[in-house]
């Protein structure tokens, strides 16, 4: 059986969590980035930053504990949470106590990447989820100022926000921007919408590169869910509340092996990337993209005349 690396970990996290159970989830968490590669992507999905910064902090230092220790490995955070801030001080306080903070606790791979001349192993990409009161300038200076320090920020649009994806201004400064259907922020729906958005790219590369076949599973993936400790081996599943298993009394290992010894048959990956480019060909995505979705379901649609279902 090949096993392949896990490309993308994301971790659901609680509005509150109890001490002992978050220990056991940073334990299970470090012993899961074995699996990674190099262009893996770990992803915290918070309701919002102040309450979860002392939980952010612990993961990211260790990360940074398994990078020292495995000196060929790269992971790129993602710090994903709203941003419920509308006022020119009360952003320039959220970057200079928050991002700044996380971005010094990462300076020594930043000081690494220097010398070596090459790019940094931990990588920090914040997706901002902002408020609809905010204004668009307002949002642009704490975008300016999280390039300045190279943390590569990301939006993550609702409903309320739409209207933001219309300023190319504040396009042109984000690394990214991901899109959400709907007006409630729950850190679940987010980490949906952004692992969708990724698949309906991905799609859209194999359609580009003439791929024949559409059905492989996504790429390798967990998500585990902090508030009640279950573990996930793909966002569809998660999203139907079909759990893999548990973390508890086990280690990464044997979750790696419930996860390798999943029947991978059963799941309908297909189906799964044709709901994705439904679900974003009504959302205000460029129109380029939006082209580029129409011949991808009119591809899902010609192969699934072929197959006659």
Do not use: W
């Given at each position: 059986?090949?096993?392949?690396?896990?490309?993308?970990?994301?971790?659901?996290?609680?509005?509150?969590?109890?001490?002992?159970?978050?220990?056991?989830?940073?334990?299970?968490?470090s012993?899961?980035?074995?699996?990674?590669?190099?262009?893996?992507?770990?992803?915290?999905?918070?309701?919002?930053?102040?309450e979860?910064m002392?939980?952010?902090?612990?993961i990211?230092?260790?990360v940074?504990?398994?990078?020292k220790?495995?000196?060929?490995?790269?992971l790129?955070?993602?710090?994903?949470?709203?941003?419920?801030?509308?006022?020119?001080?009360?952003?320039?306080?959220?970057f200079?106590?928050y991002?700044?903070?996380?971005k010094r606790?990462?300076?020594e791979?930043?000081?690494e990447?220097?010398?070596?001349?090459?790019?940094?192993?931990?990588?920090?990409?914040?997706?901002?989820a902002?408020?609809?009161?905010?204004?668009?300038?307002?949002?642009?200076?704490?975008?300016n100022a999280?390039?300045?320090?190279?943390?590569?920020?990301?939006?993550?649009?609702?409903?309320?926000?739409?209207?933001?994806?219309?300023?190319k201004?504040?396009?042109?400064?984000?690394e990214?921007?991901?899109f959400?259907?709907?007006h409630?922020?729950?850190?679940?729906?987010?980490?949906c919408?952004?692992?969708?958005?990724?698949?309906?790219?991905?799609?859209?590369?194999?359609?580009?590169?003439?791929?024949e076949?559409?059905?492989?599973?996504?790429p390798?993936?967990?998500i585990?869910?902090a508030?009640?400790?279950k573990?996930?081996?793909?966002?569809?599943?998660?999203?139907?509340?079909?759990?893999?298993?548990?973390?508890?009394?086990?280690?990464?290992?044997?979750?790696?092996?419930?996860y390798?010894?999943?029947?991978h048959?059963?799941?309908?990956?297909?189906?799964?990337?044709?709901?994705?480019a439904?679900?974003?060909?009504?959302?205000?995505?460029?129109?380029?993209?939006?082209q580029?979705i129409?011949?991808?379901?009119?591809?899902?649609?010609?192969?699934?005349?072929?197959?006659?279902?």
């Amino acid at each position: 059986m090949i096993k392949p690396a896990i490309q993308k970990i994301y971790v659901v996290l609680a509005k509150q969590q109890d001490k002992a159970d978050f220990e056991l989830l940073c334990r299970i968490l470090s012993g899961l980035f074995s699996y990674v590669n190099l262009t893996s992507n770990l992803y915290l999905v918070a309701e919002n930053l102040p309450e979860s910064m002392p939980r952010i902090e612990r993961i990211q230092k260790d990360v940074g504990k398994f990078l020292k220790a495995n000196l060929f490995a790269r992971l790129y955070l993602h710090f994903v949470h709203s941003v419920r801030l509308t006022t020119v001080k009360e952003i320039d306080y959220y970057f200079y106590y928050y991002y700044q903070s996380l971005k010094r606790a990462a300076g020594e791979f930043d000081r690494e990447g220097f010398i070596h001349q090459e790019v940094p192993r931990l990588i920090l990409l914040p997706v901002i989820a902002p408020d609809h009161r905010v204004e668009s300038a307002s949002l642009i200076g704490l975008l300016n100022a999280l390039k300045s320090i190279f943390m590569l920020p990301c939006l993550y649009l609702d409903k309320t926000t739409f209207f933001l994806s219309k300023d190319k201004d504040l396009l042109t400064r984000t690394e990214k921007i991901y899109f959400g259907n709907g007006h409630p922020r729950e850190p679940a729906e987010i980490a949906c919408n952004l692992f969708y958005q990724d698949l309906l790219d991905e799609s859209l590369t194999k359609l580009a590169s003439k791929a024949e076949f559409m059905s492989v599973p996504c790429p390798a993936s967990l998500i585990i869910s902090a508030k009640d400790g279950k573990i996930y081996c793909c966002m569809d599943a998660f999203r139907r509340n079909e759990s893999l298993t548990d973390i508890y009394g086990k280690s990464a290992d044997e979750l790696m092996e419930i996860y390798y010894e999943h029947d991978h048959s059963k799941r309908d990956c297909l189906g799964c990337r044709r709901r994705t480019a439904e679900f974003f060909a009504g959302l205000p995505v460029s129109e380029t993209k939006k082209q580029h979705i129409g011949a991808l379901l009119s591809h899902f649609e010609t192969s699934r005349g072929m197959s006659g279902k």
